[in-house]
């Protein structure tokens, strides 16, 4: 059974910093190109980050500099440390493939930037 089970979210003022982990079990995880994505309210679901199997990243503009995208394959877990949040990075954060399947999204994280 897949799961994908993000973590890290919380409140944080603009500036500030949160790092987001996404633990995987029934994946080969390690083989797998993997992306971090968000939906704020009222909006749809956009790719955020991505990363390949091995090790290369890919940005959103708007997140460009200011986010990092990583992966530990002996962990199999994602992270995405991000830094110099605006209130515009408010929303619910998921993982998934860089070709999400719907069947894998989990609940997500929330992200909540105060000004």
């Known amino acids: 059974q897949v799961q994908l089970v993000e973590s890290g979210g919380g409140l944080v003022q603009a500036g500030g910093s949160l790092r987001l982990s996404c633990a995987a079990s029934?994946?080969?995880?390690?083989?797998?190109?993997m992306a971090w994505y968000r939906q704020a309210p009222g909006k749809q679901r956009d790719l955020v980050a991505r990363i390949t199997s091995g090790g290369r990243t890919n940005y959103a503009d708007s997140v460009k500099g200011r986010f990092t995208i990583s992966r530990d394959n002996a962990k199999n877990t994602l992270y995405l440390q991000m830094n110099s949040l605006k209130p515009e990075d408010t929303a619910v954060y998921y993982c998934?493939?860089?070709?999400?399947?719907?069947?894998?999204w989990g609940q997500g994280t929330q992200v909540t930037v105060s000004s």
């Open positions: 029934g994946i080969f995880f390690s083989i797998n190109a």
């Open positions: 998934n493939f860089v070709v999400p399947i719907s069947d894998y």
